[in-house]
């Protein structure tokens, strides 16, 4: 697999399009067509352990559930190319551990994240009552303007309920956040979240509120988008009422 990346550089081909058929287990794409990707977000995964972050991350990418799940070591990396809106944008997503003891190792990457699922387990009133902690920890390490969900997952396990819809609802509303229950088991509102998130992102860029050239945005540019960038200006025509002499 070395020798292929090597040779793949060597020939300038697109890593980005080639990474997951060299490294399936990492990174999925839906059909294998030559995606012209318009943007690249990086997004986090976070919230106490045992919440299903890693589930909701092997749904998204694989559509199955991930039936041996064990406690994340420190970070997990997976990407997806999503369309949102008739754009392409490859969402490079940290799955970080929601361990106290690495919580020192995680909150280094949340540095430059533009989005990010904050994820509780509605059977754990203890999950719920540290969301407030995570939340801080994203404003003030990645970025103010970072786009966060409220992921109330677990929503199959509705029988051992213990933090009602309404409350979750209006901790997301106090806090500006969008807020969705999920589902890994199921994968209900699971890709949903991700796109969610991604397309709010997208109206804060077309509307001046994020800008992907600022550095720590987040947010970087992608093959179409560099080439509306690079191409020349029109000229444009002189003013007839300038003097042509």
């Not at 697999?1 to 793949?8: E, P």
């Not at 490859?90 to 990457?109: C, N, P």
């Not at 709010?200 to 947010?219: F, V, Y």
């Amino acid at each position: 697999a070395t020798l292929t990346v090597k040779i793949l550089w060597r020939k300038k081909w697109k890593l980005a399009i080639w990474w997951p058929l060299l490294f399936p287990h990492f990174s999925y794409i839906s059909t294998l067509r030559n995606f012209v990707i318009d943007f690249l977000f990086k997004f986090l995964v976070i919230g106490n352990a045992g919440t299903g972050k890693s589930c909701l991350l092997h749904q998204f990418i694989e559509k199955k559930f991930k039936d041996d799940s064990n406690h994340t070591i420190g970070v997990e990396f997976g990407s997806k190319i999503i369309n949102v809106g008739g754009k392409y944008v490859k969402l490079q997503i940290w799955d970080t551990a929601g361990q106290e003891r690495f919580r020192s190792v995680t909150r280094s990457y949340y540095r430059g994240a533009a989005g990010a699922l904050l994820v509780y387990d509605i059977t754990s009133r203890e999950t719920y009552n540290a969301l407030t902690n995570w939340l801080t920890d994203a404003r003030m390490l990645a970025s103010q303007n970072i786009v966060i969900i409220l992921c109330g997952n677990k929503k199959d396990l509705d029988a051992d309920r213990e933090v009602t819809f309404l409350e979750a609802s209006r901790f997301a509303q106090e806090n500006e956040l969008m807020f969705l229950e999920t589902s890994a088991l199921t994968g209900e509102n699971v890709e949903e979240a991700f796109v969610q998130c991604a397309r709010k992102i997208l109206n804060k860029i077309e509307s001046g509120e994020l800008d992907p050239e600022r550095m720590g945005s987040g947010i970087q540019y992608g093959d179409a988008a560099l080439r509306q960038l690079r191409s020349p200006r029109r000229t444009q025509a002189p003013n007839a009422q300038e003097c042509g002499c």
